[in-house]
Every structure is written in C-alpha cells, then in structure tokens.
C-alpha cells in the first residue's frame, strides 16, 4: 500500500519546529484510516522540509529532515504509523544551501502528544536574524523588546512576550502619528482599531484591512491569558514586522533620491567646471 502524507500534518510538524514554544504539547490523534501516517510517525521516519531564515547563510533557505539509509527504510516507514510512547527523539534539519549548516532539534514522543523539549539555534535565535534590517527604524530600546519577545515566546512565555509587542506597537503608532504633518484631533483617545483606520495613508494595507484583528490590543493586562497571547503573538509579530518593513522601504528610497540628487550635482558641479576651463 502507498502511504501519501497528509499536507495538514506535514504543515503541523512544520509548526512544531518553527513556531512552537519548548514544552508545550501537539496532540495528534490515535484514530487513523487506513493508509494514512501520524504526525508522530513523519517526525521521526518521513522525509520533510521547511522554509526558514539560515542564521549561517543569513538568508531565508530550506531545511531538510536528515534520513540516512541505515536509520531509515521507506518501507518500514510507509507502515509505521505510531511509535513507542515515552520515546526520545532527536532530528537534524539540514539546510540545503550548505551541507554543514544544520539545525538540531529534540523531542519527546507520547502516545497521543509530542513535546519539543530542545533546540538548536534558539527559536530566538532564528527569530531574531529576520529582524536585523530594521534596526535602522526603530528606536534601540524598542529593537531589544522585539528581540527579548522572541525569546519569551521561544519558553512559552505568552503574556510577558505580548506585552512587550504591544508596548512595540504603540511606539510605531505613536511614530506614525508624531510624524504627520496635521496632528489627527482625538487621536489619543481612540480606540487600537480606529487609530489604525485614522492613520490608514501611512500604515500597510493588510493592517488596516484586519485592524478588528488588534483590538486585542485594547484589552487590560489582567484580562489576558497564556494561551490567547500565544494565539495573537505571531499576528501581532507580523504587523509589526509589516509596519517595519514599510518604514525601511521608505527610508531606502529616501537615501536612493538623495544619492542621486548628490551625484547630479555633482556632475552639473563638473560640467560647469569644465565648461569654465
């Protein structure tokens, strides 16, 4: 029988490498139909990749699961569909631009759940080389907050991690809003999701679109909880990013324009120099 794996659990066990926290459980169900594989079994036998940022290559590359033949058998492996319980398992990703970058991972496999129980480089690690452009936009205090709620999240530390993005994502809407040539009137008592709408020429347009997305944001520390920052943190990590990103665009193509207002004077500085000659 061929066993073809299911996208939805290959999409599963690429989130438990890249996006889940150390120690915090993926169930996986003990039910199967036939011919189907558990996310348990593609972690430990099945071939699989993912896309993420090399902090060697210091670019976005593919990792592969390391197989080799004497640990893994396409055979035995299209008919494990579990593994033992309480099993140690380690896996080595290995990047596809150079043999010898590597990423290391650990796991721990039970009957109806995995943990990620280590990992090397840190989530934190990982997370963080993606944010390294935009050093040049934000402030360092609020540079150091972006990288130190990656590594609170990377420990399942959801509320400290939240707010920490949250403090991030006043400071650039404060930014956007200081450097408006007409202050907006009201604009300090508006609601995360009205700002937003009221600062819509500046800001990306996927944000504003999803802006009841953030009313998260809104809401009092005492009213969140572990489990809703972990949900909302990659949200809110990716518009800070996108805010960031727009911002570093517009900074290159002001630097490009004033390049080239330079070198033009200059040239027009040699011409008329010549032409006195």
Do not use: W
């Not at 029988?1 to 169900?29: A, C, G, N, Q």
């Not at 003990?30 to 079994?41: C, D, H, N, R």
């Amino acid at each position: 029988m061929v066993v073809k794996l299911d996208s939805e659990k290959i999409e599963r066990v690429r989130e438990l490498f890249l996006k889940t926290p150390l120690y915090t459980p993926m169930t996986y169900s003990s039910v199967l139909s036939p011919g189907s594989v558990s996310e348990a079994a593609i972690l430990q036998y099945r071939e699989f990749d993912f896309d993420c940022y090399c902090i060697y290559c210091k670019k976005e590359t593919t990792f592969r699961a390391a197989r080799s033949t004497s640990t893994y058998d396409a055979m035995t492996a299209a008919r494990k569909a579990f593994v033992l319980p309480d099993l140690t398992t380690a896996v080595t990703m290995d990047c596809q631009r150079r043999d010898h970058h590597q990423y290391d991972y650990v796991f721990r496999v039970h009957p109806d759940k995995i943990f990620k129980i280590g990992q090397y480089p840190s989530m934190e690690d990982i997370a963080a080389s993606d944010i390294q452009p935009y050093r040049k936009v934000i402030e360092p205090q609020y540079f150091s907050e972006l990288h130190r709620a990656g590594g609170l999240m990377s420990h399942g530390i959801g509320i400290g991690a939240f707010v920490y993005l949250r403090r991030i994502f006043e400071r650039l809407i404060f930014n956007h809003h200081a450097a408006l040539a007409v202050p907006i009137p009201g604009f300090e008592t508006m609601g995360v999701d009205e700002k937003i709408e009221a600062l819509k020429p500046v800001l990306p347009a996927a944000l504003v679109t999803k802006r009841s997305a953030y009313a998260i944001l809104s809401k009092g520390i005492h009213e969140l909880d572990e489990e809703t920052c972990k949900r909302y943190f990659p949200v809110v990590r990716s518009a800070i990013i996108a805010i960031l990103e727009e911002d570093l665009q517009d900074r290159n193509k002001a630097l490009a324009a004033k390049k080239l207002e330079d070198d033009l004077a200059a040239a027009l500085g040699e011409i008329k120099s010549n032409g006195s000659g």
